[in-house]
């Protein structure tokens, strides 16, 4: 027989009595602050929890890898694909390096966090390699992912590009490494990596028509400035022509209502063209052949946008 103390039967005999006297209705001093309990929890509830305690113990997530993609033809990649891997890891030790060598090897990687993306138009034929770069820059989050072209043939580059490619124009540059030494190539290539292919240089936003011609020629065309600075402007030709890398322009500005500026209705400068963008309509030129007097009247048109648009801005707020 099982001993029972005296103590464990009186335990026993309260909780049998706080129960009776619960079921029965019947007040009792035990009874006059009732407590609800907690539900129980839940499946998910538990579920929950266990995820949270493992997030804890997993740490902080690491962040994504970047990658710099060299998709290179075979005789491009047996010439620089080495010391384009070895610039990589010695300069950007942050940044890992994807050599794809087909199609299918370059679209799996996609789905890796691209920084940047070299590609040799040679890699693939032009229409079923620029559709595969489209196909990127459709991805989420993608769209912004600079593309630095290597070419033999800027013009068919230039070309076969604005019937894919021409909305992604603004993160995308090309360099024709033909006319160019292996260390200004790299250099081009680590420019890329450290800006995305984005310039640097501080222009002033704009919409000026003008006229153009050929160093030679006297047929004229129409353009538009739509970004100025004191050393060169970006241009966007209206008639449909195509510009090409080096060649020498003659401008006539009409200054309209800034004609108090000047001495006359139209304001003529020098350029040369120094880089054509991807869609060929639009290019950076630089100023030539700039007299004391040119430059100072390109300061005051300057001047007179840059005034315009702070006038333009919003105030600013200033506490304390």
């Known amino acids: 027989m099982r001993h029972i103390s005296s103590d ?67 005789d491009l990649s047996t010439e620089l694909g080495g010391q384009f891997e070895g610039l990589i890891k010695s300069g950007f030790k942050q940044l890992g390096v994807s050599r794809p060598q087909t199609a299918e090897e370059l679209k799996r990687g996609f789905a890796r966090q691209i920084s940047l993306m070299v590609y040799d138009d040679d890699f693939l034929p032009p229409e079923e390699g620029l559709a595969l770069l489209k196909s990127m820059k459709m991805r989420v989050n993608e769209a912004s992912t600079p593309i630095l072209f290597l070419t033999r043939d800027p013009t068919k580059l230039i070309e076969n590009y604005a019937k894919v490619l021409a909305p992604f124009q603004e993160n995308d540059d090309y360099l024709d490494y033909r006319k160019m030494t292996n260390a200004e190539i790299f250099n081009r290539v680590r420019v890329a990596v450290t800006s995305g292919n984005k310039r640097r240089s501080r222009r002033y936003r704009t919409n000026i028509d003008l006229s153009y011609s050929l160093l030679g020629s006297d047929k004229e065309h129409q353009a538009k400035i739509f970004d100025l600075s004191m050393h060169g402007a970006m241009i966007r030709d209206e008639s449909g022509r195509i510009f090409h890398d080096a060649e020498q322009l003659r401008l006539s500005i009409p200054l309209g209502r800034m004609a108090e500026l000047a001495d006359g209705e139209y304001f003529k400068l020098s350029g040369r063209v120094r880089r054509t963008l991807m869609i060929g309509k639009e290019a950076g030129i630089s100023f030539e052949h700039l007299t004391e007097e040119k430059s100072l009247m390109l300061a005051r048109i300057i001047t007179s946008f840059a005034n315009a648009q702070n006038m333009r801005r919003p105030p600013t707020l200033k506490i304390g």
């Open 8 to 74: 464990s039967a009186v335990s026993r005999l309260s909780r049998s009595h706080s129960l009776s006297t619960y079921w029965l209705g019947v007040w009792s001093p035990r009874m006059s602050k009732i407590e609800t309990a907690a539900p129980a929890a839940t499946v998910d509830d538990k579920k929950d929890n266990r995820s949270r305690v493992a997030e804890m113990l997993q740490g902080p997530r690491k962040k994504r890898k970047s990658y710099v993609f060299f998709a290179l033809s075979k």
